[in-house]
């Protein structure tokens, strides 16, 4: 599926997450908190989403451990920061024509 | 203990697998339409159904990635996946957005419509079998593979109407 602008929340709040290194519990629990719990991502929709951001080079692997085999850590790329920063000026666009309804 | 049954529509499926786990029978093992279940608690357990998107794949990932996340996958059965989750562990639903539950039925429909084909053809060669040697085996058959065919048309139809449904909320919220 294509995943350009406008984004996703899913797609919006991931990327946010990952700007920092972050595995898959911790990408769901920080949107979780980011949202006051109103933007939840199920496990289906998260493993879509980061496989779709992988292979469009949005988000790449940071870690794995290999003791566990478990806990891949996923990291912002340039191609993803670019792709957010894009949005967030559209976003921005839409706020600041909103104001005109005042 | 083990249950016969034929579900075709995923999202009944699991209903069904919820309604065995509060009444204590969690899902052990699934193999052609043949459910084990195991006691469990009354309710311990909530059940969702995945597709995968192909036979092999990555699989370890997919499920080293969802045991991470607290979800367990019980069962593989071809591309299909059976999971669950400790209800007390907080709710359990795969798809919680229109774009991931959308893409989730194209691809479950994709799923079908190989098998829609195969089923008509073979329908139409008992057809013609039994119009031709009037034989009633031939007809038998051709009743089942009728009600095959039906059923699997009836899955994509309703995954086609879940799609058209998720699009109207879309619009309606962006």
Same mark, same amino acid.
């Given at each position: 599926?294509? !995943?350009?602008? @406008?984004?996703?929340?899913?797609?919006?709040?991931?990327?946010?997450?990952?700007?920092?290194?972050?595995?898959? !519990?911790?990408?769901?629990?920080?949107?979780n908190?980011?949202?006051?719990?109103?933007?939840?991502?199920? @496990?289906?929709?998260? !493993?879509?989403?980061?496989?779709?951001?992988?292979?469009?080079?949005?988000?790449?692997?940071?870690?794995?451990?290999?003791?566990?085999?478990?806990?891949?850590? !996923?990291?912002?790329?340039?191609?993803?920061r670019?792709?957010?920063?894009?949005?967030v000026?559209?976003?921005?666009?839409?706020?600041?024509?909103?104001?005109?309804?005042? | 203990?083990?249950?016969?049954?034929? =579900?075709? /529509?995923?999202?009944?499926?699991? #209903?069904?697998?919820?309604?065995? *786990?509060?009444?204590g029978?969690?899902?052990?093992?699934?193999?052609?339409?043949? =459910?084990?279940?195991?006691?469990?608690?009354?309710?311990?357990?909530?059940?969702?159904? /995945?597709?995968? /998107?192909?036979? *092999?794949?990555?699989?370890?990932?997919?499920?080293?990635?969802m045991? /991470?996340?607290?979800v367990?996958?019980?069962?593989?059965?071809?591309?299909? #996946? =059976?999971?669950?989750?400790?209800?007390? +562990?907080?709710?359990?639903?795969? =798809?919680?957005? +229109?774009?991931?539950?959308?893409?989730?039925?194209?691809?479950?429909?994709?799923?079908?419509?190989?098998?829609? #084909?195969?089923?008509?053809?073979?329908?139409?060669?008992?057809?013609t079998?039994?119009?031709?040697?009037?034989?009633?085996?031939?007809?038998?058959?051709?009743?089942?593979?009728? +009600?095959?065919?039906?059923a699997i048309?009836?899955?994509?139809?309703?995954?086609?109407?879940?799609i058209?449904?998720?699009?109207?909320?879309?619009?309606?919220? *962006?």
């Open positions: 599926m294509d !995943y350009s602008s @406008p984004l996703t929340e899913a797609i919006f709040y991931i990327l946010l997450a990952v700007r920092a290194p972050n595995h898959g !519990y911790g990408i769901i629990q920080d949107v908190e980011m949202t006051g719990g109103r933007v939840v991502l199920g @496990p289906g929709t998260l !493993y879509g989403a980061i496989n779709t951001m992988l292979s469009k080079g949005w988000i790449c692997l940071f870690s794995e451990d290999k003791e566990s085999r478990k806990k891949k850590e !996923y990291l912002l790329t340039k191609i993803g670019e792709i957010f920063e894009k949005e000026k559209r976003l921005n666009e839409l706020v600041e024509n909103a104001k005109k309804m005042d | 203990m083990l249950k016969f049954k034929l =579900y075709y /529509d995923k999202d009944a499926e699991e #209903v069904w697998l919820r309604e065995m *786990s509060l009444k029978w969690g899902l052990k093992k699934f193999f052609l339409g043949f =459910y084990t279940f195991e006691p469990c608690e009354p309710g311990e357990y909530n059940y969702q159904i /995945d597709l995968l /998107d192909n036979w *092999s794949g990555n699989k370890s990932d997919y499920v080293a990635f045991e /991470d996340l607290g367990e996958v019980i069962e593989q059965w071809w591309r299909w #996946v =059976y999971l669950r989750k400790k209800a007390a +562990a907080g709710p359990f639903e795969m =798809y919680t957005d +229109a774009e991931s539950k959308i893409i989730l039925y194209r691809k479950i429909i994709n799923f079908f419509k190989i098998f829609l #084909v195969i089923e008509a053809i073979c329908f139409f060669m008992e057809l079998a039994t119009i031709r040697t009037g034989n009633f085996v031939f007809g038998i058959f051709t009743v089942l593979l009728g +009600a095959i065919s039906f048309l009836t899955v994509v139809w309703k995954c086609k109407w879940k058209e449904q998720l699009r109207n909320e879309e619009s309606r919220v *962006s």
